[in-house]
């Protein structure tokens, strides 16, 4: 039998082989931007670095920083959309209520774990927790941030319950809550993680202080759920 997908052709050799160099100069570029911004940051703080500083450091145009980052909080907060996506990856895995708790707890675990996963990250990581603690701008960054990771979990939730959502009275303030509570125990922990960085403290002190703060908190979550089908899937 005849195909007719409407896929397009593969691509010749030479324009994959292009545009992989593209992207891996689109990203050293964006990678020496980050690195630029926050030697700056760490020497001069969040409020006294700007976006032509950033530039003369990195020795790219003004307009190339604009190209990969939309702000100062856009470069500092870069790593934002990898924890993102191993946040929804965990969540989107979860087949019942108790899956995604578990889930909840290993991807936050996961994410503070990558932070001390070598020498030169833990010390990027003391760098990044004592400017944001230094800085009342990025504290005040850190509430949109927060806020569109619930409003993305809770349209999860509500998606994955449907369409109890639309039959059981309460369902839906229900997962409300339940969103609140995962992002404000996720945010939680990366503030036990902050503090201990920034305190200087050994990479075991900081490890422990979080994965105690963790399955305290996650301990809490999953006595109040137990028994629940709040979290089940339709």
């Given at each position: 039998?005849?195909?007719h997908?409407?896929?397009?052709?593969?691509?010749?050799?030479?324009?994959?082989?292009?545009?992989?160099?593209?992207?891996?100069?689109?990203?050293?570029?964006?990678?020496?931007?980050?690195?630029?911004?926050?030697?700056?940051?760490?020497?001069?703080?969040?409020?006294?670095?700007?976006?032509?500083?950033?530039?003369?450091?990195?020795?790219v145009?003004?307009?190339?920083?604009?190209?990969?980052?939309?702000?100062?909080?856009?470069?500092?907060?870069?790593?934002?959309k990898?924890?993102?996506?191993?946040?929804?990856?965990?969540?989107?895995?979860?087949?019942?209520?108790?899956?995604?708790?578990?889930?909840?707890?290993?991807?936050?675990?996961?994410?503070?774990?990558?932070?001390?996963?070598?020498?030169?990250?833990?010390?990027?990581?003391?760098?990044?927790?004592?400017?944001?603690?230094?800085?009342p701008?990025?504290e005040?960054?850190?509430?949109?941030?927060?806020q569109?990771?619930?409003?993305?979990?809770?349209?999860?939730?509500v998606?994955?319950?449907?369409?109890?959502?639309?039959?059981?009275?309460?369902?839906l303030?229900?997962?409300?809550?339940?969103?609140?509570?995962?992002?404000a125990?996720?945010?939680?922990?990366?503030?036990?993680?902050h503090?201990?960085?920034?305190?200087?403290?050994?990479?075991?002190?900081?490890?422990a202080?979080?994965a105690?703060?963790?399955?305290?908190?996650?301990?809490?979550?999953?006595?109040?759920?137990?028994?629940?089908?709040?979290?089940?899937?339709?």
């Open positions: 039998m005849t195909s997908s409407a896929s397009a052709p593969p691509a010749p050799a030479a324009a994959s082989s292009a545009t992989g160099l593209r992207g891996r100069k689109r990203e050293r570029t964006r990678r020496a931007i980050s690195d630029a911004a926050f030697r700056l940051f760490a020497e001069h703080g969040f409020e006294g670095v700007t976006l032509n500083r950033i530039a003369a450091e990195a020795d145009a003004p307009a190339t920083v604009f190209t990969h980052f939309a702000s100062k909080e856009d470069i500092f907060f870069g790593r934002r990898e924890f993102d996506a191993q946040l929804w990856e965990a969540v989107r895995g979860a087949r019942t209520g108790a899956d995604l708790l578990d889930n909840l707890r290993r991807s936050c675990m996961t994410a503070c774990e990558s932070v001390l996963s070598s020498e030169d990250s833990i010390d990027q990581a003391r760098v990044f927790s004592r400017v944001l603690l230094d800085s701008a990025l005040r960054s850190y509430l949109p941030l927060m569109r990771r619930r409003e993305r979990l809770l349209e999860f939730l998606e994955r319950a449907h369409p109890r959502t639309n039959t059981e009275p309460g369902l303030e229900e997962l409300e809550a339940f969103a609140s509570f995962a992002v125990t996720r945010q939680l922990v990366f503030d036990v993680l503090r201990t960085l920034a305190a200087e403290s050994s990479p075991e002190r900081v490890e202080a979080f105690d703060t963790l399955n305290r908190a996650c301990a809490r979550l999953e006595r109040a759920y137990a028994g629940s089908d709040v979290l089940e899937p339709a």
